[in-house]
């Protein structure tokens, strides 16, 4: 069950804490596809599981952006905030693809509160850390760390 933030001015209290981590999930060769034919990228480390087990990653790998897209989903399953209506993404500082995540494991995100701060028309900006982890083949590692910063509107700004 998410960590649950009552309202936006309550985020100040919690930022400098551990919000918790999504749950596991594993990354199917089917994603993977399906990520390549959104975005164009259907490079053979990703698509043909055939010549990737001949190459540096013995298999298929998920795309570091497809790990990355995960986000507001595990991000959903850590944390929420009530009375917030909508959720902006403004951008991801400090990106790094610490490792190939394999076809086959298992995923899940951690996430920190770095910062927040009042903005204008109802909107907090947050600054959360994400740090994605692997397990695979029996070993645990970093897959990638980022500090997204995103915008939260309270429902009571909205015009009805």
């Known amino acids: 069950m998410p960590q649950t933030v009552t309202h936006v001015r309550d985020l100040a209290d919690v930022v400098g ?9 594993e990354i199917t060769q089917r994603q993977v596809d399906l990520f390549a034919e959104a975005t164009w990228d259907d490079q053979w480390i ?14 298929t790998i998920a795309h570091g952006f497809l790990t990355m897209s995960l986000t507001p989903t595990l991000l959903a399953e850590i944390w929420r905030v009530e009375g917030v209506d909508m959720t902006v993404n403004q951008g991801l500082d400090n990106l790094r693809l610490r490792a190939p995540v394999p076809v086959g494991a298992q995923v899940r995100m951690g996430a920190d509160l770095l ?10 900006e ?7 982890e692997l397990e695979h083949g029996g070993r645990r590692q970093r897959a990638a760390t980022a500090d997204l910063t995103i915008l939260l509107r309270e429902a009571a700004t909205v015009p009805r």
């Open 17 to 25: 804490t551990f919000l918790g981590h999504s749950a596991w999930h």
């Open 126 to 132: 947050v600054v959360v850390r994400l740090t994605f």
């Open 46 to 59: 990703h698509t043909d599981p055939e010549r990737a087990a001949s190459g540096p990653y013995g298999g």
């Open 115 to 124: 910062s927040t701060r009042t903005r204008p028309k109802g909107f907090a």
